[in-house]
């Protein structure tokens, strides 16, 4: 999820990733997924983190389809039940919780998000899908990892490792969420 | 955003602030929706108190579910055979509850505005779960929302409350959430059953209920006790069933998509019938399974949220 | 003792010096020096007659935890009253000479007011006999009001009789207009709040039916009622009515019927309920109507104090009534003189004057002029001040002015030449 959904203005600086580069991206990513699956790729499932991992988790799943001839499926976790830190950022409205008919249990399933932060999203994803069912494993996939882990958890797929400073604040907008596809950086 | 402290009155919620309570409890009915674990670790380490002045199992037990759901420590607080029934006064009673460490309070007292006095008192959430003949919050927004999972829609829903809107909690609740959400209500009751300025309600009344059945998408039936007839609020219980109550042949002369809601307990016979309230549109079973999501929403939205703030 | 009050304007007329001699209004006029007199600083506050209130509750004996004699005199003089006529309604029930009589002591030995004790009207107040109301009147208090007040004497025929007996000794039957059977449970108004608030109602009707019922039966048997706080535009209707038709009825207004409406309740705190209830706006302006037409005769406090754990609770279960003695003048004075609807000589007629005759105390009441009594309040009507309960002299605390500022300030009473008063402060 968005670790900085809050920020009010357009940012003035150029953006680190394109609307293109988000694209490559997110095709590497795609490729990844399915040469790391090898066989297994019909039983991936692909759980995206409201709000951007969703939109994320369905087009990779569209670029696997393209790329490999297989549909894989798709769902979403919304982890606001399962935070940590309710307290301290106050509530929030819910967003949708899917998962395919199928079910997990016994199946790869790869957590998608935005940015990988603190890592508290991700063990939110973790508990939440412990209450879902039993996969076989779990992998982890993001857009951009900014570091700054306050957890023991690391990315499986990266698209493009950031290097910032805790005070900055990196903004994902989607074309289905924002109108248009970009990652920039802010101080 | 229902970042409020407390839920005292549903005449308290705007229309996005209602939307918000609905919305969550839906996500929440449907994140929990086929689990076998049906709990979330929202509120873990969080203590809700039921302080319950009045003999009300279902809403108690609906309360504690929700609060049990999201991993909330529950204390059942029952005035009887506490130290209640010893004279404490409710402000004692509230204080020594959050010295003892609640967060919340869901309180059902006789007294309308127990929960509004209680407010003033506690630093912690107040929950109304009905007080006197003033509102029942919980209980209209599950209707609401029962509303809405039936016919898709609140805006422009026409509902009927029929009964003994004067001393109903339920009745008053659902006026202001319902017509906050856009639908058009109407009240029908004896004139007897109806309060000095209900004129100044957002609602058409009327005392002809055969009349208002083929319009409706709607028709909640309200509780009558048989107490009343002895005060003269209507002659006997036959003639009010008679004039008042939902039958077979009433509720033939419905629209086809249209529901029948009773908030319960039911007066099977008086104010329903029982083909009435066993048939195909009733929600009377709707609303109780409902009830636990729209608690669970009610809690979260209160209780997700930094202690004490706004 | 000799006391010069220096530049006072009595009424708020011009200013004059006042002397006071031997309890009595020795001389008034410009520029007095009398050697050896003390002096009171007077200049620019209003010279009004002591103040008496007819519906003031003591709560003694029974409440003392709620107010004493003597706290409820020294709210009173505070107020700028020289005189308060105690309700009935204590534990025991002052229904007996031997209980009117020890009120009157205790108002005696408390020295701040002339504390003049109602008797009951029936026995125990339950409305079924009547009480000995002429051994209470021959009694060393002197009993002339008789009320049940906190219950209407709902008895037809009751009434009646009380009405004639009470001719005999130049008495009035003080009615608390309530038809109790409309009234069964009442918290509020009813009215469009009461409904929303899901309190049960108190019609206005319950109170315009028996003063209507009360002015018939006065009317027909000649006798002089006296209705207490009236609280509805309804009653002032029926009270205008009555009177045009030569009917022997007098009428109070309490001060937080004039200031106070039904909106209060929706903070569901009990320091609003009272009865009868607080009413609506339209109510209010007619009451400050009727009071400034003479319709309503006087203003009388219902001061009515009460244990804090008696207003710390829901508000079904809390007691009627709120605090009045403390801020009634200032009430008055924002509601009807700030707006232009009584002069001072108004004030004092209502305050002063009319409660009385209708009390019939000869001594108080009396004009400013020379060779009446001292018995006189000054006032700073400039003054405005944020009412504190924790700073006034009731034991109890329930003033429903709490936090709202309110214009006036007494700053000395005197009772028949004796300071009770002075700077604002009680002398004893």
Not at chain 3, 321 to 342: D, I, K
Request: proline share 5%; net charge negative.
């Amino acid at each position: 999820m968005t670790e900085s959904s809050a920020l009010p203005a357009e940012p003035t600086t150029a953006p680190l990733l394109s609307a293109d580069d988000v694209g490559r991206v997110v095709d590497r990513i795609a490729h990844q997924l399915i040469e790391k699956a090898g066989p297994d790729l019909g039983s991936l499932v692909l759980v995206g983190i409201p709000t951007r991992g969703a939109p994320l988790a369905r087009r990779l799943a569209g670029r696997i389809e393209t790329f490999s001839g297989v549909r894989v499926d798709v769902g979403t976790v919304d982890i606001t039940l399962y935070r940590d830190d309710l307290r301290l950022r106050g509530v929030r409205a819910l967003e949708d919780t899917r998962l395919p008919e199928a079910g997990i249990d016994g199946r790869l399933v790869v957590l998608v998000d935005d940015v990988l932060f603190s890592g508290r999203s991700v063990r939110a994803a973790l508990d939440a899908l412990r209450d879902l069912g039993r996969p076989r494993a779990v992998q982890l996939a993001v857009l951009v990892d900014r570091g700054h882990r306050e957890l023991p958890i690391r990315a499986d797929y990266v698209g493009k490792n950031v290097p910032t400073s805790r005070s900055q604040s990196v903004k994902v907008r989607l074309a289905e969420v924002d109108g248009a596809d970009s990652v920039t950086v802010t101080s | 955003m229902v970042v409020k402290r407390h839920l005292l009155e549903a005449a308290d919620l705007d229309r996005d602030d209602a939307t918000l309570v609905l919305d969550t409890a839906a996500q929440i009915e449907s994140a929990l929706a086929g689990r076998e674990v049906k709990k979330l670790p929202t509120l873990r380490g969080r203590t809700v108190v039921n302080l319950f002045y009045e003999d009300s199992t279902r809403t108690r037990i609906s309360f504690e579910l929700a609060a049990k759901r999201l991993s909330a420590d529950v204390i059942n607080f029952s005035a009887k055979g506490s130290s209640v029934s010893k004279g404490e006064s409710l402000k004692d009673t509230a204080l020594t509850l959050e010295a003892m460490g609640s967060d919340a309070i869901v309180v059902r007292h006789g007294a309308s505005g127990a929960p509004h006095r209680l407010a003033q008192w506690v630093q912690g959430s107040v929950v109304n779960a009905g007080d006197g003949t003033h509102e029942h919050p919980t209980q209209a927004l599950l209707d609401a929302y029962t509303i809405r999972q039936r016919l898709g829609r609140l805006d422009g829903v026409r509902v009927v409350i029929v009964g003994d809107v004067l001393h109903s909690r339920v009745a008053r609740s659902n006026v202001w959430l319902l017509a906050t959400l856009g639908a058009e209500v109407t009240l029908v009751a004896p004139p007897t059953l109806l309060p000095v300025g209900v004129g100044s309600w957002p609602v058409t009344v009327g005392y002809d209920l055969d009349a208002v059945l083929p319009k409706a998408d709607v028709v909640m039936m309200l509780r009558v006790q048989a107490e009343r007839m002895n005060a003269s609020f209507f002659p006997s219980a036959r003639e009010y069933s008679r004039r008042y109550g939902l039958d077979a042949r009433r509720m033939g002369t419905l629209p086809d998509e249209a529901i029948v809601m009773h908030p319960g307990p039911m007066n099977r016979g008086m104010e329903i019938a029982a083909e009435v309230a066993d048939s195909a549109r009733s929600t009377i079973v709707d609303q109780v399974g409902n009830g636990v999501s729209v608690r669970m929403a009610v809690l979260y939205l209160l209780l997700g949220g930094a202690p004490g703030s706004e | 003792m000799t006391i010069l009050i220096k530049g006072p304007r009595p009424y708020g007329e011009d200013a004059v010096d006042v002397l006071v001699e031997d309890g009595r209004i020795a001389a008034i006029g410009d520029s007095l020096t009398v050697p050896g007199a003390d002096v009171v600083d007077a200049a620019g506050l209003v010279a009004l007659p002591g103040l008496v209130d007819l519906h003031t509750h003591l709560r003694e004996p029974g409440r003392e935890d709620a107010e004493t004699v003597e706290t409820g005199s020294r709210a009173a003089a505070l107020g700028g009253y020289t005189a308060v006529h105690a309700m009935a309604n204590t534990d025991p029930v002052a229904d007996t000479a031997g209980v009117v009589e020890q009120v009157w002591r205790l108002g005696q030995q408390a020295g701040l007011v002339d504390v003049v004790p109602v008797g009951a009207v029936t026995v125990g107040l339950r409305g079924e006999r009547l009480a000995e109301l002429g051994a209470m009147a021959d009694s060393a208090a002197r009993v002339r009001v008789f009320s049940d007040d906190g219950h209407c004497v709902a008895d037809p025929a009751l009434m009646r009789r009380a009405l004639e007996y009470v001719k005999a000794l130049d008495g009035v039957v003080a009615q608390h207009a309530e038809e109790p059977r409309l009234t069964v449970g009442a918290q509020m108004n009813e009215g469009d709040r009461s409904a929303r608030l899901g309190l049960t109602g108190w019609p206005a009707a319950a109170e315009e039916a028996v003063i209507a019922r009360d002015v018939l039966l006065a009317g027909h048997v000649g006798a002089r009622l006296h209705v207490c706080h009236v609280s509805t535009a309804g009653s002032v209707e029926i009270l205008r009515w009555a009177k045009g038709r030569g009917v022997q009825v007098t009428a109070e207004v309490t001060p937080h019927h004039l200031l106070l409406t039904d909106e209060c309740a929706e903070s569901y705190d009990p320091v609003f309920k009272v009865n009868p209830p607080l009413r609506t706006e339209a109510d209010v302006q007619a009451l400050r109507a009727g009071l400034a037409d003479g319709t309503i005769d006087a203003v009388a406090t219902d001061h009515a104090p009460h244990a804090v754990e008696d207003k710390e609770s829901e508000w079904a279960s809390a007691r009627p009534g709120m605090l009045g003695l403390e801020q009634a003048l200032s009430v008055v004075v924002q509601t009807m003189v700030e707006p232009g609807l009584l002069d001072w000589r108004g004030v004092a007629e209502r305050m002063s004057v009319a409660p009385a005759a209708i009390g019939r105390l000869e001594s108080h009441g009396r004009p400013l002029a020379v060779g009446e009594p001292a018995t006189l309040l000054l006032l700073d009507p400039t003054h405005r001040a944020t009412v504190d309960p924790a700073a006034l002299a009731s034991r109890s605390r329930n003033s429903p002015y709490a936090g709202r500022e309110l214009p006036g300030r007494v700053v000395a009473t005197f009772l028949r030449g004796t300071a009770t008063v002075l700077d604002g402060k009680a002398q004893r």
